[in-house]
């Protein structure tokens, strides 16, 4: 299941050149006001036709210079800022829209129910919803059109801060038991790091880097459009047991790691978020430490303060000041370790 675009358009006052693929699982659509994300989604799902180019999903021709699907045969199933549910329907009624011109629709309700947690709603009109809980039922009701891509339009830049929060978790749930690619265009470095599997970050018309979330976040030349803050690292981990004392033993890439406060069950993978600033750097192995998660690792690049490490074949990223770099002599090919004094826990 995947979607791969290649596109050009020339707009007065800008050229677009988009190519990138979308394989299953959430991919976000990210660059700042203007660069071309409506624009890519519009070309998609086709309402505007561009200049030349090929969109195919799932081995299925979408546009190239033979073909151009109506937008109503493309599957193509949409969720935007509002909801754009029928206010005079409950939302059983809204949820069952979609079987009036598809067959199979019935038989997927109840599984689509469950998946979003919409069965304590169905009787309800739109209008006596929360934003997150239209925004479900939007996302359901998208479903049962049988899409074979998912596109979401900001689907949570109307929600306040503690309504993204209750969405947020049904989002997670989508992105991992659905198999379809989603396309999820977003403004929010935070939503992006908790949902995206897949980054595709525009800039001016153009795709300026593309790959899985894990790469795109431990690039050092990508920390300031992700914003300082937020640079690090994602790392997958696998619980292996817990210790008489609560702390639960991961292995990840780089080596053993130990969490607190995690429930998961033995063979759960996790994903570890790792802040730059939350690792500091040793060249020899550190003793007497409080830090319970001290990594080798290999120095790859140094750029400032910012060092990107190898940790086995995953990446980290330690912000530290450029006198340390230069006290520790840091240079690509260095031994270090890595400690890491704080890790949050994504589930995967
Ligand atoms: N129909 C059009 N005619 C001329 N220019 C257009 C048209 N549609 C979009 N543009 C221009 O193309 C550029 C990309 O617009 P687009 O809406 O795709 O950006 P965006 O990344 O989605 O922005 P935002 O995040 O603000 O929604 C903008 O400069 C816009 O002015």
Redesign the pocket.
């Given at each position: 299941m995947s979607l791969s675009v290649a596109y050009r358009h020339a707009?007065?006052?800008?050229a677009l050149d988009v190519s990138f693929d979308a394989p299953g699982g959430i991919t976000a659509l990210f660059?700042p006001?203007?660069?071309?994300?409506?624009?890519?989604i519009a070309a998609i799902s086709g309402l505007m036709r561009p200049d030349q180019g090929r969109i195919v999903l799932n081995d299925r021709v979408l546009y190239d210079a033979q073909t151009n699907l109506r937008p109503q045969v493309r599957r193509i199933g949409c969720v935007f800022q509002d909801a754009r549910l029928f206010p005079h329907m409950t939302v059983a009624k809204n949820l069952r829209y979609p079987s009036r011109w598809r067959r199979g629709a019935a038989q997927d309700f109840g599984r689509v129910v469950d998946l979003l947690g919409l069965g304590q709603l169905l009787d309800r009109r739109p209008g006596t919803l929360s934003g997150g809980e239209r925004q479900r039922v939007a996302i359901g009701r998208a479903l049962l059109s049988d899409p074979a891509l998912l596109v979401m339009d900001e689907p949570l830049a109307a929600l306040d801060d503690s309504r993204k929060a209750e969405i947020m978790p049904w989002l997670e749930r989508l992105r991992d038991q659905v198999r379809l690619p989603i396309l999820y265009v977003s403004?929010s470095v935070p939503e992006v790091l908790r949902l995206a599997t897949t980054v595709v970050l525009?800039d001016k018309?153009r795709v300026t880097h593309a790959g899985p979330l894990t790469q795109i976040l431990s690039d050092p030349d990508l920390a300031p459009r992700l914003g300082t803050r937020e640079a690090g690292a994602l790392l997958t981990a696998t619980v292996q047991g817990r210790d008489p004392d609560g702390m639960t033993r991961v292995m990840t890439a780089g080596g053993p790691m130990l969490l607190q406060g995690i429930t998961a069950d033995i063979g759960t993978v996790l994903r570890l978020r790792v802040l730059a600033h939350e690792v500091i750097l040793s060249r020899d192995a550190p003793q007497g430490l409080s830090a319970l998660n001290i990594l080798p690792a290999t120095v790859l690049r140094v750029d400032g303060g910012l060092v990107q490490l190898a940790l086995g074949d995953e990446r980290m990223l330690a912000q530290i000041t450029p006198r340390s770099v230069e006290a520790l002599d840091l240079k690509p090919g260095t031994a270090c370790h890595a400690i890491v004094k704080s890790v949050s826990v994504l589930p995967s």
């Open positions: 707009f007065p006052g800008l660059g006001s203007g660069c071309g994300k409506s624009t890519t403004h525009m018309g």
